[in-house]
């Protein structure tokens, strides 16, 4: 058994109660989002630079062009009105278009009128179970396979139906679900976000959540041999380990740490060996303590991180991220009641404490400039896959984040996260064209992203995914009105681009 520490260690921060909830989550002032240094200063490894996909299917001569947008770019810039042009995968140019009236007549290019809308990267999410069924998880080591892989799939297509374009794996129910359904991400067979993949999570004997979703291991020797098994058997490219409890598991408190530390050095050196990136369920101190001291990259919750905790994560806040999954906490408090679970048994749990204990320590570590990012662990029955923003509001209510910051820290702070922030998460020239047109000012009200009818476009890749139907309107006079011109890309004659009918699986 790894080391246990039922009493919280002793906190120095301001604490925050439920009453302290913020209301007003408009833009206050127009203060620069202080995140943005935050992410600028990351010094990842870049020994543990991930596998570099890419997502087939774009025409190298498929031209785009959105006209009269606000362009929110992720930059820390406030958004400015103009023009964007993507050529094939990548945006080309932005604010100012070159030969704007000459791409507007030409037949081949597909334009779509912003009339102020915003423009903006495409959403990233960092904890993401794509194999979660949105019910019971219980159930889910008994789900067939069959039906398994088309549950992962659908919650796929759902991320990219909700405007989000990257995402990061936070463990998978079966062991090569979120693998099989990358590669048919990448190789353009199904929607889906940029995904990097992640296996079933590694926990003790006595240490799981849900025994059936979960790769049991048990001392150093066990745990390299399950971290290779998920690298090279598998093909993840992130590894998971389940360190502390869950207060809904009766008999696991979130304030255990189940792992040693011979345990978790042994999963990280592994991992790390194969430059693949260690992420861990730690909601536990000793549990927080251990992943900084043994360098996890990825520390999700980090609920009862004390000021020992605090002081060592200011310390190494260039190469860390936490990704507190804060909608479980909130969902789980005070939502999860015609699901069976009540108000009064999840306060009994200890779930309202903990999320006002987690809430004041990650005020903390904003203030402290270490990069905290949106991503929820969605996909249980009260945290329905689809309703992903919402950690967005979470980030402006409950965290003291700006609208902008929030945003910030879900386009370019995930981009980092997915360590390719020179290319991903921002509206600038050279990178990818991931992005979504929004009907709405999300500085004004950062709940318009949950709104799916408000995301009028999505794009990934320099793809249309989505234009709804406005986008198509056309004037009885015969004069286009709005959106784009429907009648013109008939004339567009590119050579189909076909994927191979026999792939490797
Ligand atoms: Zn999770």
Same mark, same amino acid.
């Given at each position: 058994?790894?080391?246990?520490?039922?009493?919280?260690?002793?906190?120095?921060?301001?604490?925050?109660?439920?009453?302290?909830?913020?209301?007003?989550?408009?833009?206050?002032?127009?203060?620069?989002?202080?995140?943005? +240094?935050?992410?600028?200063?990351?010094?990842?490894?870049?020994?543990?630079?991930?596998?570099?996909?890419?997502?087939?299917?774009?025409?190298?001569?498929? $031209?785009?062009?959105?006209?009269?947008?606000?362009?929110?770019?992720?930059?820390?810039?406030?958004?400015?009105?103009?023009?964007?042009?993507?050529?094939?995968?990548?945006?080309?140019?932005?604010?100012?278009?070159?030969?704007?009236?000459?791409?507007?007549?030409?037949?081949?290019?597909?334009?779509?009128?912003?009339?102020?809308?915003?423009?903006?990267?495409?959403?990233? /999410?960092?904890?993401?179970?794509? $194999?979660?069924?949105?019910?019971?998880? +219980?159930?889910?080591?008994?789900?067939?396979?069959?039906?398994?892989?088309?549950?992962?799939?659908?919650? +796929?297509?759902?991320?990219?139906?909700?405007?989000?374009?990257?995402?990061?794996?936070?463990?998978?129910?079966?062991?090569?679900?979120?693998?099989?359904?990358?590669?048919?991400?990448?190789?353009?067979?199904?929607?889906?976000?940029?995904?990097?993949?992640?296996?079933?999570?590694?926990?003790?004997? /006595?240490?799981?959540?849900?025994?059936?979703?979960?790769?049991?291991?048990?001392?150093?020797?066990?745990?390299?041999?399950?971290?290779?098994? @998920?690298?090279?058997?598998?093909?993840?490219?992130?590894?998971?380990?389940?360190?502390?409890?869950?207060?809904?598991?009766?008999?696991?408190?979130?304030?255990?740490?189940?792992?040693? /530390?011979?345990?978790?050095?042994?999963?990280?050196?592994?991992?790390?060996?194969?430059?693949?990136?260690?992420?861990?369920?730690?909601?536990?101190?000793?549990?927080?303590?251990?992943?900084?001291?043994?360098?996890?990259?990825?520390?999700?919750?980090?609920?009862?991180?004390?000021?020992?905790?605090?002081?060592?994560?200011?310390? $190494?806040?260039?190469?860390? !991220?936490?990704?507190?999954?804060?909608?479980?906490?909130?969902?789980?408090?005070?939502?999860?009641?015609?699901?069976?679970?009540?108000?009064?048994?999840?306060?009994?749990?200890?779930?309202?404490?903990?999320?006002?204990?987690?809430?004041?320590?990650?005020?903390?570590?904003?203030?402290?400039?270490?990069?905290?990012?949106?991503?929820?662990?969605?996909?249980?029955?009260?945290?329905?896959?689809?309703?992903?923003?919402?950690?967005?509001?979470?980030?402006?209510?409950?965290?003291? !984040?700006?609208?902008?910051?929030?945003?910030?820290?879900?386009?370019?702070?995930?981009?980092?996260?997915?360590?390719?922030?020179?290319?991903?998460?921002?509206?600038?020239?050279?990178?990818?064209?991931?992005?979504?047109?929004?009907?709405? /000012?999300?500085?004004?009200?950062?709940?318009?992203?949950?709104?799916?009818?408000?995301?009028?476009?999505?794009?990934?890749?320099?793809?249309? @995914?989505?234009?709804?139907?406005?986008?198509?309107?056309?004037?009885?006079?015969?004069?286009?009105?709005?959106?784009?011109?429907?009648?013109?890309?008939?004339?567009?004659?590119?050579?189909?681009?076909?994927?191979?009918?026999?792939?490797?699986?």
């Amino acid at each position: 058994m790894g080391s246990t520490a039922r009493v919280p260690g002793a906190v120095s921060w301001e604490p925050w109660t439920i009453a302290d909830i913020k209301t007003d989550i408009k833009e206050t002032g127009k203060s620069f989002p202080r995140n943005v +240094a935050y992410i600028d200063n990351l010094k990842l490894d870049p020994e543990l630079q991930p596998t570099q996909y890419q997502l087939t299917g774009t025409h190298p001569e498929s $031209t785009i062009l959105i006209t009269d947008v606000k362009i929110l770019d992720s930059t820390g810039r406030e958004p400015y009105r103009g023009d964007v042009l993507i050529r094939g995968e990548k945006i080309v140019a932005v604010g100012q278009v070159p030969n704007k009236d000459d791409l507007q007549k030409d037949p081949r290019v597909r334009v779509f009128n912003g009339k102020g809308r915003t423009l903006m990267s495409g959403l990233g /999410d960092g904890h993401t179970h794509f $194999t979660w069924n949105g019910g019971d998880l +219980a159930r889910l080591g008994e789900l067939g396979v069959e039906e398994h892989v088309l549950l992962t799939v659908k919650s +796929a297509q759902c991320f990219l139906d909700s405007g989000y374009t990257m995402c990061f794996g936070a463990a998978s129910a079966k062991d090569r679900l979120d693998v099989v359904v990358r590669d048919a991400i990448n190789a353009g067979d199904v929607p889906g976000p940029r995904y990097m993949a992640n296996g079933r999570e590694i926990a003790k004997p /006595d240490g799981d959540l849900v025994a059936g979703i979960t790769a049991f291991a048990e001392g150093a020797e066990e745990m390299r041999r399950t971290v290779r098994r @998920h690298i090279v058997d598998f093909g993840v490219d992130n590894v998971k380990l389940s360190m502390s409890g869950e207060e809904i598991c009766d008999a696991r408190s979130a304030q255990d740490c189940f792992f040693t /530390d011979e345990e978790t050095a042994a999963a990280v050196d592994e991992a790390h060996k194969y430059k693949k990136r260690v992420c861990a369920h730690a909601r536990a101190r000793d549990s927080v303590t251990q992943c900084i001291k043994h360098g996890v990259d990825v520390i999700f919750h980090g609920s009862y991180v004390d000021d020992e905790g605090m002081e060592m994560l200011e310390q $190494t806040k260039h190469r860390q !991220f936490i990704v507190p999954a804060i909608n479980w906490l909130w969902a789980t408090s005070f939502e999860a009641e015609a699901f069976g679970y009540s108000h009064e048994a999840a306060e009994k749990a200890g779930y309202k404490k903990e999320l006002e204990i987690a809430v004041a320590g990650l005020r903390e570590m904003h203030r402290r400039g270490i990069v905290v990012l949106p991503g929820g662990d969605y996909g249980f029955a009260w945290t329905p896959h689809g309703t992903y923003a919402r950690d967005l509001e979470h980030f402006v209510k409950l965290l003291d !984040f700006t609208p902008h910051e929030a945003i910030i820290a879900a386009t370019a702070g995930v981009a980092a996260l997915l360590m390719r922030g020179d290319e991903l998460g921002k509206i600038q020239p050279g990178y990818y064209a991931d992005c979504i047109l929004v009907n709405g /000012d999300p500085l004004e009200d950062i709940t318009v992203l949950q709104d799916h009818s408000k995301l009028d476009v999505i794009i990934i890749n320099g793809r249309v @995914h989505k234009a709804g139907r406005k986008e198509y309107i056309v004037d009885t006079s015969g004069a286009l009105t709005t959106g784009v011109q429907s009648t013109k890309h008939l004339e567009v004659d590119y050579p189909e681009m076909k994927p191979a009918m026999q792939k490797a699986y």
